[in-house]
């Protein structure tokens, strides 16, 4: 079972809208979360972290976290064309070294 | 500044040949390793990790293996490649020590078997 969860799978975006993305962990043993964005044929590129409860805003970016739940969101306000990507949430684990990564949400932003 | 670099860009190779795909960090001393493999549009999983220079650990068998010969290098190689190898290959490091690490990926190593 995928340990890092997101939904929805992809969303369209008007330019200028606002797009909210979700992600649960449905392992305990999580602790911190991130967002990447990674533009088409291009590698991933760190987002925004987030490891304590409560909201976390940089720009046009807003990132919440429940550390109860598990779940983190991702919203993009006021969305642009360059917008468009493979959004992928990942989670550490305690103890743990590596990311482990959810199966992405891929945004597409129309004019 | 950090900066990470991997080779080659891309790879186009036969079912049964070897490979070899590098990464190299800059500016960083004894950073934690890792390779990371996506199929196409598809999320990322995670193959191997070093926290120091010869040891290396597996997360997932995919019939590679991978090495540190060095402080500032991590090689991911097989000898005999499969279909199913067909992919992106990223290299990413993060601070040394466990916790609240982000990860950085390089630019990747795209890999087409035939």
């Known amino acids: 079972q995928q340990k890092v969860q997101q939904s929805p799978e992809s969303l369209i975006v008007p330019e200028g809208g606002m797009a909210s993305l979700n992600c649960t962990s449905s392992d305990r043993n999580v602790d911190y979360f991130w967002w990447y964005r990674q533009h088409s044929g291009k590698s991933p590129k760190m987002l925004m972290s987030i490891f304590s409860n409560g909201e976390k805003e940089e720009g046009r970016f807003t990132v919440h976290l429940n550390k109860a739940s598990l779940h983190t969101s991702l919203h993009i306000r006021d969305s642009q064309p360059s917008d468009s990507a493979l959004y992928l949430c990942a989670a550490s684990m305690q103890g743990g070294r590596a990311l482990i990564f959810g199966t992405g949400t891929t945004v597409s932003v129309s004019p | 500044a950090q900066t990470i670099h991997q080779w080659p860009v891309a790879e186009i190779k036969a079912v049964g040949s070897p490979l070899s795909l590098g990464c190299t960090i800059k500016?960083?001393?004894?950073?934690?390793l890792y390779w990371y493999w996506q199929a196409t549009g598809g999320t990322l999983q995670q193959l191997f990790y070093s926290i120091t220079v010869g040891q290396v650990e597996s997360v997932v068998q995919l019939n590679l293996s991978a090495s540190r010969p060095k402080d500032d290098q991590f090689i991911l190689s097989t000898e005999k490649l499969l279909l199913s190898h067909s992919g992106f290959y990223l290299c990413a490091w993060s601070p040394p020590g466990q916790g609240r690490n982000t990860l950085y990926f390089g630019e990747g190593s795209r890999l087409i078997v035939v």
């Open positions: 500016g960083k001393s004894s950073p934690n």
